[in-house]
T-cell receptor, first 113, second 115 residues
Framework: GAGVSQTPSNKVTEKGKYVELRCDPI?????LYWYRQSLGQGPEFLIY????????DSGLPNDRFFAVRPEGSVSTLKIQRTERGDSAVYLC???????????FGEGSRLTVL | AQKVTQAQTEISVVEKEDVTLDCVYE???????LFWYKQPPSGELVFLIR??????QNEISGRYSWNFQKSTSSFNFTITASQVVDSAVYFC????????????FGAGTQVVVTP
């Protein structure tokens, strides 16, 4: 499809487990963003990639969270030793650089039991 | 500190009524961008508008209009003659120059339009 694709759409895991969430951006978009949205809240910024490098990772809550984009296209958000507080919808978006119009995927809903 | 405040948690209207969503922002930057996004029940955020800080002209797009007032740090959004399909959560967001890749979202306003 032409939009931002995120997998899995739903992930249920147990506390302490490792989780990977994948984002496939719109073809040609060099900027990629990860956000986290808790119930009843606005999206919260996690990290922003320009090409392969993380241009701003100031939103990552702690060192259990890590994201990569090795070839400047697909990105993976990795969460180690998951905690119940990590439960949220993880949103990925992409854009042309500096346009401001972010195209969002449908999100990956993570539930940590 | 909250940079974007959407004081209205939920607004309920009957179809064909107008509805205005308030957004107040806080920044020290002279150059910044403001956005509105719509999040329907499906969950995917949809871009509605981007406005830079130097352009205070009001904008109209179909039934949507936006009122940007720097003097009061507000960027309000009006839906005219609302329809059931307008039911969604609407988010206002701010992008500052020192954090170019980051949108700071408000908490959102749930709009419920009943027939």
């Amino acid at each position: 499809g032409a939009g931002v694709s995120q997998t899995p759409s739903n992930k249920v895991t147990e506390k302490g487990k490792y989780v990977e969430l994948r984002c496939d951006p719109i073809s040609g978009h060099t900027a990629l963003y990860w956000y986290r949205q808790s119930l009843g809240q606005g999206p919260e910024f996690l990290i922003y990639f320009q090409g392969t490098g993380a241009a701003d990772d100031s939103g990552l809550p702690n060192d259990r969270f890590f994201a990569v984009r090795p070839e400047g296209s697909v990105s993976t958000l990795k969460i180690q030793r998951t905690e119940r507080g990590d439960s949220a919808v993880y949103l990925c978006a992409s854009s042309q650089p500096n346009t401001g119009e972010l195209f969002f995927g449908e999100g990956s809903r993570l539930t940590v039991l | 500190a909250q940079k974007v405040t959407q004081a209205q948690t939920e607004i309920s209207v009957v179809e064909k009524e107008d509805v205005t969503l308030d957004c107040v922002y806080e920044t020290r930057d002279t150059t910044y961008y403001l956005f509105w996004y719509k999040q329907p029940p499906s969950g995917e955020l949809v871009f509605l508008i981007r406005r830079n800080s130097f352009d205070e002209q009001n904008e109209i797009s179909g039934r949507y209009s936006w009122n940007f007032q720097k003097s009061t740090s507000s960027f309000n959004f009006t839906i005219t003659a609302s329809q059931v399909v307008d039911s969604a959560v609407y988010f206002c967001a701010l992008r500052e120059t020192d954090s170019w890749g980051k949108l700071q979202f408000g908490a959102g306003t749930q709009v419920v339009v009943t027939p």
